[in-house]
């Protein structure tokens, strides 16, 4: 690692701790040379992984691509930053969990709607409307029914009439 001051190779860990769940390591580091101090951070990196697109089209894993996807869904809604990156974290988590070295955009977007979930209902409305593609309001009114219906079964414990329990 070099300094990002004078650029020398001599620097020493004088600090690490673990943070974003597990698949980070912070590391506090200081220039043997000039005595800087500064941050690192080590993240578990998704690689060798192929995402198949709806059009048969395979293209590298991107951790930016998914996070620029959901940040549209997010624009003017409050959040802090660190609760995004543990949100996608957990979602790279569950991609890593499948064990395989290609993956669909639609598991992927799966595995972000179940997290977009918890995470936030307004921006899984949004992520849903995109993702699922809704082409009239109809769809869309029936999402925000399902969201409804879920919502009242978690909150009561019991499903809606119809209504299968959630996990």
Not at 8 to 17: A, I, L, P, W
Not at 20 to 45: H, P
Not at 97 to 120: C, N, P, Q, W, Y
């Amino acid at each position: 690692m070099y300094c990002p001051i004078c650029r020398s190779k001599e620097t020493k860990v004088v600090d690490s701790r673990v943070s974003n769940e597990g698949m980070a390591i912070r590391r506090r580091r200081e220039c043997i040379k000039c005595n800087y101090r500064f941050s690192t951070l080590e993240q578990v990196e998704l690689l060798d992984i192929m995402v198949v697109k709806r059009d048969g089209a395979r293209e590298s894993y991107s951790r930016n691509k998914l996070e620029r996807g959901i940040l549209h869904s997010l624009a003017k809604r409050p959040y802090t930053q660190e609760k995004f990156d543990r949100m996608i974290s957990a979602i790279e988590r569950d991609i890593q969990k499948k064990k395989k070295r290609e993956i669909t955009s639609a598991d992927i977007g799966e595995i972000v709607m179940k997290h977009m979930l918890k995470f936030d209902k307004i921006a899984y409305i949004r992520f849903a409307s995109i993702y699922r593609s809704f082409e009239d309001v109809k769809k869309f009114k029936s999402e925000i029914r399902s969201l409804e219906k879920r919502r009242k079964t978690i909150s009561t414990g019991r499903p809606s009439v119809g209504i299968k329990k959630l996990k």
